[in-house]
């Protein structure tokens, strides 16, 4: 069985809205966008060795649309090309509601039940799925038990406003901490791994 993996860059508050670049996401008058690279540091060794094994991408329809834009355009001299080759040679499975316009080579979409296409995704054989941004679709995965693991650098800052990892809809679940460790720059890499329901107990 497949294991779902959410690796975030997120704010103490939980922001995860366009940690790379100001033109990233400007949805609801975000205008902190690019906020990860004062701190980037060794920390982003995390997101790099989920690349190092065979993976596929889940991918919301926005995040899918500014990837398209961006990774098969990246030159052949750029320090980007190897994440760029990856990228674009693997899978993409997407949620959208107009399958028939994904252009990005070997664009899949999910169909109109997502919850559903994904579990049987994870039924199936093959890599993990790694999701990168798409907090509507984490919205919808954490909502419905699907998320294996969650791989968290936070960076210390707080934002105030943006588009948050975890929202009302998501579900109780308890999760076990796999390992943590603090950067040069203050960033604290989490990796938890799903395990078992949230225990409550009087004091």
């Known amino acids: 069985m497949r294991k779902l993996i959410v690796p975030a860059f997120i704010s103490i508050d939980g922001v995860i809205q366009a940690p790379g670049n100001p033109e990233e996401d ?19 060794d995390a997101m790099d060795d989920l690349f190092q094994r065979p993976f ?10 500014i990837f398209a834009g961006f990774w098969p355009h990246v030159a052949e001299d750029s320090p980007l090309r190897q994440t760029a080759d990856l990228f674009n040679g693997t899978i993409k499975h997407v949620a959208t509601h107009h399958p028939g316009t994904l252009d990005w080579r070997h664009s899949r979409g999910l169909g109109p039940d997502v919850a559903a296409a994904v579990r049987e995704l994870k039924r199936s054989d093959g890599p993990d799925l790694l999701v990168q941004g798409s907090s509507d679709l984490v919205h919808q995965l954490l909502a419905t038990d699907l998320v294996d693991e969650l791989i968290l650098i936070v960076v210390p800052i707080l934002l105030g406003k943006g588009k948050r990892l975890f929202d009302a809809g998501t579900q109780p679940a308890a999760f076990r901490l796999e390992g943590s460790k603090a950067s040069t720059k203050g960033n604290v890499v989490i990796r938890y791994v799903r395990e078992g329901e949230v225990r409550t107990a009087s004091m």
Do not use: H, I, M, N
């Open 26 to 44: 400007a949805g609801g008058g975000f205008v902190l966008g690019g906020w990860f690279w004062p701190y980037a540091d060794e920390s982003t």
């Open 56 to 65: 596929e991408l889940l991918l919301g329809r926005r995040t899918c649309d």
